[in-house]
């Protein structure tokens, strides 16, 4: 051990509620407002945990209820991105990005002092003020990756911007081949 102080940083929970259109995917967004960190600006239904007792998914269907009033069964969160995000100020976060495709309700605004408008996108194009750290997410997604590094630069703006683009995925593993042993595969139940 080094003797410095450990590194923390928050944890925080993002909601890509997700619907098939006849058009393609869409997502729901919703504009952050009144005196909140990017407000004006587009962003996933999010929230931070409450504390050690709650785990991610716990958080995620409490924020879910929350934000827009959606009932989720932890049965239905797949998780999807695991963003690592510095924002251009240097304070850094991780954030869980979950992918929800059957919920009970219909999603509405139900913190109108931090949210002002929420609606439906297309998941290939999201609005252009959105949120850097969530669009990098939400382009991590799409690409079908599981782990990103989205670190901002001093003077990188907080909404999306193609030119700021941070966006560094890291690649996993490839899945073990479907017979990767000698001989033929072992069945259930075989104790060999």
Same mark, same amino acid.
Do not use: K, N
């Given at each position: 051990?080094?003797g410095?102080r450990?590194h923390?940083v928050?944890v925080?929970?993002?909601?890509?509620?997700?619907?098939?259109?006849?058009d393609g995917?869409?997502?729901l967004?919703?504009r952050?407002a009144? %005196?909140?960190y990017a /407000?004006?600006?587009?962003?996933l239904?999010?929230g931070?945990?409450d *504390?050690? &007792?709650?785990? !991610?998914?716990?958080a995620?269907?409490?924020?879910?209820?929350?934000?827009t009033?959606?009932?989720i069964?932890r049965?239905?969160?797949?998780?999807?991105v695991?963003v690592?995000?510095r924002?251009?100020g240097g304070s850094?976060?991780?954030?869980?990005l979950f992918?929800?495709r059957?919920?009970a309700g219909?999603p509405r605004?139900?913190?109108p002092?931090?949210c002002?408008?929420?609606?439906?996108?297309?998941?290939?194009?999201l609005? %252009?003020a959105?949120? /850097?750290y969530?669009r990098a997410?939400?382009d991590a997604?799409r690409a *079908?990756? &599981?782990l990103a !590094?989205?670190?901002q630069?001093?003077?990188?703006p907080?909404?999306?911007?193609?030119?700021?683009?941070r966006?560094?995925?890291?690649s996993?593993?490839s899945p073990?081949?479907v017979?990767?042993w000698?001989?033929p595969a072992?069945?259930?139940?075989?104790?060999?």
């Amino acid at each position: 051990m080094s003797g410095r102080r450990r590194h923390t940083v928050p944890v925080d929970v993002h909601l890509i509620l997700r619907r098939e259109t006849g058009d393609g995917p869409e997502v729901l967004v919703s504009r952050r407002a009144g %005196a909140v960190y990017a /407000a004006g600006l587009w962003h996933l239904p999010s929230g931070h945990l409450d *504390g050690p &007792h709650e785990d !991610v998914v716990d958080a995620l269907i409490r924020e879910a209820r929350e934000e827009t009033g959606v009932v989720i069964d932890r049965a239905d969160v797949r998780a999807a991105v695991t963003v690592h995000h510095r924002a251009p100020g240097g304070s850094a976060r991780v954030g869980f990005l979950f992918e929800v495709r059957r919920w009970a309700g219909e999603p509405r605004v139900m913190e109108p002092d931090v949210c002002d408008a929420m609606t439906w996108v297309p998941l290939d194009a999201l609005p %252009a003020a959105t949120v /850097a750290y969530c669009r990098a997410g939400l382009d991590a997604y799409r690409a *079908g990756e &599981h782990l990103a !590094v989205h670190f901002q630069r001093p003077g990188d703006p907080i909404a999306h911007d193609p030119a700021a683009e941070r966006l560094q995925v890291v690649s996993g593993v490839s899945p073990l081949p479907v017979q990767w042993w000698p001989g033929p595969a072992p069945t259930l139940g075989d104790a060999s």
